[in-house]
């Protein structure tokens, strides 16, 4: 909405000139790009978002720390085990991993894509010593597990108090 003011010019100043002043009120809701906006969103969902497909995707993490050790909970179904690598270099872990488009299958012949594809890397900055030579990775039911065992310089240690 736009509402036009006409005003005369301050009278302590010898001028007749007529002056317009537009005001225009904010209105969240004329947004003329959010009717595109949804329209695009409606077509992703419908045919699928092809840059997010090529850009790659980024896994589930949680991580769990205990007294002993930090362990990584990373969700990869559809994942070959050989196609995951899980390395430490100084206090950074990285895990990186790819999942491919089958091959054999169409793309064309599907109506929706929602699973994404291609190559990821998380990397996490380790905050303690650890036991780099100890690290164990296991891969059952689509979630690698890493288990990363804190050295034994962090680990809490129980101080016998003593009468004197």
Do not use: C, H
Not at 17 to 35: A, L, Q
Not at 117 to 143: C, H, L, M, N, W
């Amino acid at each position: 909405m736009t509402i036009f003011i006409r005003t005369t010019p301050n009278q302590s100043k010898p001028s007749n000139k007529e002056v317009t002043k537009m005001i225009t009120r904010y209105r969240p809701t004329d947004n003329r790009f959010r009717t595109f906006d949804r329209l695009s969103r409606m077509m992703d969902e419908f045919f699928g978002d092809e840059t997010e497909v090529r850009s790659g995707w980024m896994p589930s993490v949680d991580v769990k720390e205990t007294d002993q050790a930090l362990t990584f909970f990373i969700e990869v179904p559809g994942i070959r085990q050989e196609d995951i690598e899980v390395e430490l270099v100084g206090d950074v872990l990285t895990i990186r991993g790819k999942r491919e488009f089958a091959q054999e299958e169409q793309r064309e012949s599907f109506v929706r894509i929602e699973r994404s594809y291609g190559s990821f890397q998380r990397s996490f900055t380790i905050g303690v010593p650890v036991k780099a030579d100890e690290i164990d990775a296991g891969y059952r039911d689509g979630v690698l597990t890493v288990t990363v065992p804190k050295a034994d310089e962090v680990k809490p240690r129980r101080i016998e108090v003593k009468t004197n």
